[in-house]
């Protein structure tokens, strides 16, 4: 079955940087990858999604890049806030899998004010 | 949006009982609905997929006969943990799927087992 791989499990960065996330997926059948911001103990909340038909897409300050190829896909969050601070999963899924969602292990972004 | 609740949110119960949760989607049809769990400060597993009108499917190492999923309609599944201990205690989702495969999540419910 699918397998993700999510790095790094911890993060911190200054008010303003940029913070990106990286996760690996192992069926090359995936073909949506969403990410989900978490705050304690709440839903997973949507924040950006690409499907494999697309290398790169961007919301604003948030942007995800997927490389099929190497199944890997990236979350990039530029002029980070301290209001962006939570857990970040990404997460991949395929059509002929049910459309389940996988999860990675998450990742706990710190924005230092 | 799409709109999906849980009930209850918070619920306390004794070792060796049994608990139900609900998942209804409020304003959309869900002929697919998931059912994950969560632990402190780790990621959401999913346990199972429920389908409307059929058994649903068991992720490996999941108990069946533990965790009871009835999809009896295409607004509600509901999951039901039998004879809970305290190592069930955890954060239980569900996510229903639209037709065009969006996921939406429910709020979560928090079980505590004592």
């Known amino acids: 079955g699918e397998n993700v791989e999510q790095h790094p499990s911890t993060l911190s960065v200054q008010e303003g940087d940029s913070a990106v996330i990286k996760c690996t997926y192992s069926?090359?059948?995936?073909?949506?990858f969403p990410w989900y911001k978490q705050e304690l103990g709440k839903r997973p909340q949507l924040i950006i999604d690409?499907?494999?038909?697309?290398g790169e897409k961007k919301d604003q300050r948030i942007a995800v890049t997927l490389n099929k190829t190497a199944k890997h896909f990236s979350l990039h969050i530029t002029e980070t806030q301290p209001e962006d601070s939570a857990v970040y999963f990404c997460a991949a899924s395929s059509n002929n899998q049910g459309g389940k969602l996988i999860f990675g292990q998450g990742t706990e972004l710190s924005v230092k004010p | 949006g799409a709109v999906v609740s849980q009930h209850p949110s918070r619920v306390i119960c004794k070792s060796g009982t049994s608990v139900k949760i609900e998942c209804r989607s409020l304003d959309f049809q869900a002929t697919t609905m998931f059912w994950y769990r969560q632990f402190p400060k780790q990621s959401l597993m999913l346990m199972a997929t429920?389908?409307?009108?059929?058994?649903?499917?068991?992720e490996q190492g999941v108990e069946k006969d533990k965790f009871l999923i009835n999809h009896a309609s295409l607004t509600l599944s509901t999951l039901t943990v039998t004879s809970a201990h305290p190592e069930d205690s955890s954060f239980y989702i569900c996510?229903?799927?639209?037709?065009?495969?969006?996921?939406?999540f429910g709020p979560g419910t928090r079980l505590t087992v004592t």
């Open positions: 069926d090359s059948a995936s073909n949506y």
């Open positions: 690409i499907r494999s038909n697309v």
């Open positions: 429920s389908n409307e009108g059929s058994k649903a499917t068991y």
């Open positions: 996510s229903a799927r639209d037709r065009i495969y969006e996921q939406y």
